[in-house]
């Protein structure tokens, strides 16, 4: 029961971030950093994707994607609509892997050393979890802060 509400957490957060990223006036605006503002909401989409791709796609549901982590933040002016595409995408892959998971798999270790210390895979999605909502967060401030010129 655990897994399919994790599930739903993550679902409903990457189709928040779908709706963020299409709800840019100007597109050109997803690319902008402002003052203290390190990271903008196009290169954070990417991260997300990324991130989601790698540590739920590729390490728990063996997808074979391959991240460049990097790129995800040097990357600019990648089409609105495309960023888009991209989190379809990835709500397609993180539904698939974790509609397969049993509440007893998030009790195994998570296969990568991650953080300071080896975890439960439970304890990594909850992790997954809070960073997709901060950095969601991050990009709803973003373009209510950028957006409205």
Not at 112 to 136: A, I, N, P
Request: charged share 30%.
């Amino acid at each position: 029961m655990i897994i399919q509400e994790l599930r739903k957490v993550f679902i409903k957060d990457l189709e928040k971030l779908k709706d963020e990223i299409a709800l840019y006036r100007h597109e050109q605006n997803l690319w902008k950093i402002e003052k203290e503002i390190a990271n903008s909401a196009g290169n954070l989409c990417l991260h997300l994707v990324g991130n989601l791709n790698h540590f739920i796609g590729t390490v728990i549901g063996k997808t074979g994607y391959v991240r460049n982590r990097d790129a995800e933040f040097a990357s600019k002016n990648i089409p609105q609509k495309e960023l888009v595409r991209m989190v379809e995408e990835t709500v397609v892959v993180v539904d698939k892997v974790l509609k397969t998971m049993t509440d007893e798999q998030l009790a195994d270790e998570y296969p990568l050393l991650v953080l300071k210390e080896k975890t439960s895979t439970g304890y990594f999605l909850f992790h997954l979890s809070s960073h997709l909502g901060y950095h969601l967060g991050q990009i709803n401030y973003h373009r209510r802060l950028i957006d409205t010129r």
